[in-house]
């Protein structure tokens, strides 16, 4: 039993209940796994084959966070392959530090994102995670997804960042919004009007050669507490912007830039920190990578807005 209180874990079956008549469906995800194989001959009438899911529905799975996260944690010491560094741990990684909440710094949570799998053709609905290095250095260093769509359901995919030039880690990008001067002057007024600043998590995520950060920020009044989406924040290697919309900032990031397009590999360029910068190419695949961004926050606030006239209904 090790400390998270559990010593099996497998991704065997999904439960389906029925929100009408309470109807609870169990499919087979894993029927390699032996403690289901036990299970299905003790209850045979219990499990019913996957391909027994209506369709609409298994285009929903996702991938379960718990198992990924569990998965994550010991792929940060087990992606090394050499006998001798392993032994030394001298390239052993970590979950990067949120350090939104000042001193009380989390473990960045993993992500559904949906993007372009770097060497893949379309964008798919992935579980993703980055990683830093362990000890001080706060870089990115890699990140493991899980991929969700079709045949490709379950498989992992490790990528791993290069050395050099370093590309700035969560923790990293969180300091240089925090050290911006007109970000930081505006969570300033806003705090002083008496709103308390909620800022979301920050999303990684990779384009081409290049990784671009997204962050939402909320605004809390004291007499609601109800978040209301206000701001999006996005970063490169080299800027940090504040925006109305993911696309805004997009152009905001992109503006006056004429980053150095590598014809060899007909992508990113490098900027003048030396980290990847998106090209003109990588446009679309960045809009595509985030479109669904914008409307889901949209989708939120439109919900936190019902959930406000309610709550103001009631106290009449």
Known sequence: MNEDGFNYIRNSVKAVVDAFSGEVSIYVMGPSDPLLQMY????????LDFDRMPTDLQAHIRYPNGIFSAQADMYLRYHITDAQVFFSQAEQWAIPQDTRFGQRSVEVHSSYLILQMPGGDSEEFV??????PAGD??????WLTARND????????AFTVPSDPQVDGPAQVEARIENDQIISQQFTLWDG????VVRGQLLVIPVGDAIIY???????????AFPELKKVILADGSNVVMADSVGEGLAMLLEGKAPLVDTARGGAGVGGDGQATPGPEDLQSIEDAVSGLDKALKELQEAVER????LEEDSQ
């Open 40 to 47: 299905r001959r003790a209850f045979p009438n219990l499990f």
């Open 127 to 132: 579980l993703m995670l980055p990683f830093s």
């Open 137 to 142: 250095k706060k870089n990115l260093v890699g």
């Open 150 to 157: 079709g045949v490709h359901y379950g498989k992992l995919a």
């Open 193 to 196: 009007a008496g709103s308390q």
């Open 214 to 224: 997204v962050e939402p920020l909320y605004l809390q009044s004291e007499a609601l």
């Open 307 to 310: 959930l406000r006239e309610s």
